[in-house]
């Protein structure tokens, strides 16, 4: 099993900027990569952003390159979504998974992070 716990959520106001993070615990040793993503009410699950422990591969969706990027502290068993010139639309529950493998499939999911950014 692995443990992930998100943190760094807050309010912000449009143009400004937060970091979250994810820390992971438990059997993370058995984890391929780890990835980001994000729910606005009413609206779909979206992915953001994935990371991979070994060799940090990352990579960052369309809708926020640019202004997101992701890094991970494998020392640490933390993972962080670094998020700038936040818009309102940004505004959502912010989710990070973790996957045993390479694919689509995320396996283990932490509780949700809100972050609201107001115009």
């Known amino acids: 099993q692995v443990q992930l716990v998100e943190s760094g959520g807050g309010l912000v106001q449009a143009g400004g900027s937060l970091r979250l993070s994810c820390a992971a615990s438990g059997r993370t040793v058995s984890t391929y990569a780890m990835g980001w993503f994000r729910q606005a009410p009413g609206k779909e699950r979206e992915f953001l952003a994935r990371?991979?422990?070994?060799?940090?591969?990352?990579y960052i969706a369309d809708s926020v390159k640019g202004r997101f990027s992701i890094s991970r502290d494998n020392a640490k068993n933390t993972v962080s979504l670094e998020m700038n010139s936040l818009k309102p639309e940004d505004t959502a529950a912010y989710y990070c998974?973790?996957?045993?493998?390479?694919?689509?499939?995320?396996?283990?999911w932490g509780q949700g992070t809100q972050v609201t950014v107001s115009s």
């Open positions: 998974a973790a996957q045993l493998r390479f694919g689509i499939r995320y396996d283990y």
């Open positions: 990371i991979t422990w070994i060799g940090g591969v990352a």
